[in-house]
């Protein structure tokens, strides 16, 4: 079987719309629900959301945890309520990829297990490594399920330029998790 995918020489917010058609175009075509996209300002889940528009598929936003930069941050109250209105789900949770982890790589200067994944996902790209993560914490959020495929869209930095089709799973069975295409990826 052969399929094309897109390949971005550069990474960023460039590749957006054109991730976003390639992940959408995907969806219709493999009868795919969801679609998880990672969003930290709602842009990313607005243009998704609006290149849905009236197809059966559902949209989820998983945005930065609070406390991911400074203080208590967070996705501002009003923008998650403009995207829920426009039918986004909007998930603020715990990175699946980093964690508690991340608190031992701050304090002490080394990195565990989980981090070492990240690490090693991001050898295909920041965004590739972004979609597998976000697939996980929308799973946990009970927001995409780990029953059949669905296509997660990231990115490096803001926008997106990377998709994948995936059998997503909870953080608690992620070797369940299977990649099951590549729609679309950037070089770093």
């Given at each position: 079987?052969?399929?094309?995918?897109?390949?971005?020489?550069?990474?960023?917010?460039?590749?957006?719309?054109?991730?976003?058609?390639?992940?959408?175009?995907?969806?219709?075509?493999?009868?795919?629900?969801?679609?998880?996209?990672?969003?930290?300002s709602?842009?990313s889940?607005?243009?998704?959301?609006?290149?849905?528009?009236?197809?059966?598929?559902?949209?989820?936003?998983?945005?930065?945890?609070?406390?991911?930069?400074?203080?208590?941050?967070?996705?501002?109250?009003?923008?998650?309520?403009?995207?829920?209105?426009?039918?986004?789900?909007?998930?603020?949770?715990?990175?699946?990829?980093?964690?508690?982890?991340?608190?031992?790589?701050?304090?002490?200067?080394?990195?565990?297990?989980?981090?070492?994944?990240?690490?090693?996902?991001?050898?295909?790209?920041?965004?590739?490594?972004?979609?597998?993560?976000?697939?996980?914490?929308?799973?946990?959020?009970?927001?995409?399920?780990?029953?059949?495929?669905?296509?997660?869209?990231?990115?490096?930095?803001?926008?997106?330029?990377?998709?994948?089709?995936?059998?997503?799973?909870?953080?608690?069975?992620?070797?369940?998790?299977?990649?099951r295409?590549?729609?679309?990826?950037?070089?770093?």
């Open positions: 079987m052969r399929r094309e995918a897109l390949f971005f020489e550069k990474a960023g917010p460039a590749n957006t719309d054109e991730t976003i058609a390639a992940a959408v175009q995907r969806a219709e075509e493999l009868g795919i629900r969801y679609l998880v996209v990672a969003s930290s709602g842009d889940a607005q243009k998704l959301r609006e290149a849905v528009g009236e197809r059966d598929m559902h949209v989820v936003c998983v945005t930065y945890h609070a406390g991911f930069r400074e203080g208590d941050d967070a996705m501002p109250v009003e923008r998650r309520e403009q995207l829920r209105q426009m039918g986004v789900e909007v998930v603020i949770a715990s990175h699946a990829l980093s964690g508690v982890e991340r608190s031992l790589k701050n304090a002490f200067g080394t990195i565990g297990p989980v981090e070492l994944m990240a690490h090693a996902f991001r050898l295909f790209g920041q965004g590739i490594k972004v979609a597998i993560e976000i697939a996980v914490m929308a799973a946990d959020a009970a927001c995409a399920p780990t029953s059949e495929d669905i296509i997660a869209l990231g990115g490096s930095g803001t926008g997106c330029d990377a998709a994948i089709v995936l059998r997503a799973a909870h953080q608690n069975n992620f070797f369940d998790l299977r990649v295409e590549i729609i679309a990826m950037a070089s770093n």
